[in-house]
């Protein structure tokens, strides 16, 4: 059986120097641990996706170095933007910013959830983004669907980051019910790993290459020691039963 495989990074915080701390860590050292350790164990994958917070004040100098890490690192190389992305400027790199691979069987479509930002954290699909999602899924009747988006469309049960996730989750899943070749949802955001099932739709969340927050908290609290605080990153083979195998990788620096 044939397979497409993925490799999703997200929430790199990189800040405007490389030398320059997040949460009195290095962000910068942490990505280059984690996409070593790709380049090292999955050599030249299908997709990369950068599931966004890549740069945390949307630095364009971030944007630049972290185009040139990922450059040639598989087939395709695709982001979308999270809370702390500047959208804009991630447009202006147009070979990362496209937003529909088809390959096989698979349809993969990625959403930009940073519409109407709340100031701490929240995002919303807009209108015109789920008005295209039809579009797109229209298009293509006879592939299985994953969908990619920052904000995951799901409760962990952590009280300050339920407050932060998708905003219109109900809209959004009133709308995909429709789509009965829909497997996936892949979305970043946590800071953590999840893998739950919602209306028989795996959602799937990979933890930062910045440093991680704790699970079931109701205040931010950053894991500070053990295998949950390592940077990490997800693998997801896709296959074209409609099926998939997922790990996360955790790297030690």
Not at 50 to 63: K, R, V
Not at 142 to 155: N, R, S
Not at 239 to 249: A, N, S
Request: proline share 4%; charged share 20%; glycine share 8%.
């Amino acid at each position: 059986m044939s397979m497409l495989r993925i490799i999703q990074v997200t929430d790199c915080h990189l800040q405007s120097s490389k030398d320059d701390l997040f949460k009195d860590e290095n962000p910068e050292q942490r990505l280059l641990a984690v996409l070593d350790d790709v380049k090292a164990n999955y050599h030249y994958p299908e997709f990369i996706l950068l599931t966004g917070d890549l740069a945390h004040h949307g630095y364009s100098a971030a944007y630049e170095r972290l185009q040139s890490y990922t450059k040639d690192m598989a087939t395709a190389v695709r982001w979308i933007p999270g809370n702390h992305d500047d959208a804009g400027k991630m447009l202006e790199y147009q070979s990362l910013s496209g937003k529909v691979l088809v390959e096989g069987a698979w349809c993969i479509i990625l959403l930009d959830s940073t519409s109407k930002p709340d100031g701490v954290g929240g995002g919303t699909l807009s209108c015109a983004q789920l008005s295209w999602l039809d579009d797109v899924v229209a298009e293509y009747p006879e592939h299985y669907l994953l969908i990619g988006m920052h904000h995951p469309p799901v409760k962990v049960g952590s009280r300050w980051q339920d407050a932060i996730m998708l905003a219109n989750a109900e809209a959004f899943w009133a709308q995909v019910s429709a789509y009965d070749k829909l497997k996936l949802v892949l979305c970043g955001h946590l800071h953590q790993e999840h893998q739950i099932i919602h209306d028989g739709v795996s959602v799937l969340v990979a933890p930062a290459t910045a440093p991680q927050f704790a699970v079931g908290t109701d205040a931010p609290l950053v894991e500070s020691g053990g295998v949950l605080s390592l940077p990490g990153y997800r693998v997801l083979d896709l296959l074209d039963d409609g099926g998939f195998e997922t790990i996360v990788k955790r790297v030690s620096l």
